[in-house]
Nanobody, 114 residues
Framework: QVHLVESGGGLVQPGGSLRLSCAAS????????MRWYRQAPGKERELVAG????????NYADSVKGRFTISRDDTKNTVYLQMNKLKLEDTAVYYC???????WGQGTQVTVSS
């Protein structure tokens, strides 16, 4: 079955950086587009970034453009989210997801606070 395990979250000050990882198994990772989502308390889950197979296409939410970078390593079945210049409003639980598979991991908490 599909497994998605997010990691790398934590507490960071505004302006700081974190690198999230998502280890995937149970499907052909290299053929799958991958996405990062986030959900802040009291808000709906929102799409943060997406990357196609072979990283041919990448897109970002306007709120993170220029600060976040999505990447993938198909040899490790892992997708990453490098988050720089973090803001208070980036606080959320971050999830990864394969585009075509309706399965979610447990998420990783990112808290930006001074």
């Amino acid at each position: 079955q599909v497994h998605l395990v997010e990691s790398g979250g934590g507490l960071v000050q505004p302006g700081g950086s974190l690198r999230l990882s998502c280890a995937a198994s149970g499907f052909t990772f290299s053929r799958s587009a991958m996405r990062w989502y986030r959900q802040a308390p009291g808000k709906e889950r929102e799409l943060v970034a997406g990357i196609s197979s072979a990283a041919l296409y990448i897109n970002y939410a306007d709120s993170v453009k220029g600060r976040f970078t999505i990447s993938r390593d198909d040899t490790k079945n892992t997708v990453y989210l490098q988050m720089n210049k973090l803001k208070l409003e980036d606080t959320a639980v971050y999830y990864c997801k394969a585009y075509e598979i309706d399965s979610w991991g447990q998420g990783t908490q990112v808290t930006v606070s001074s």
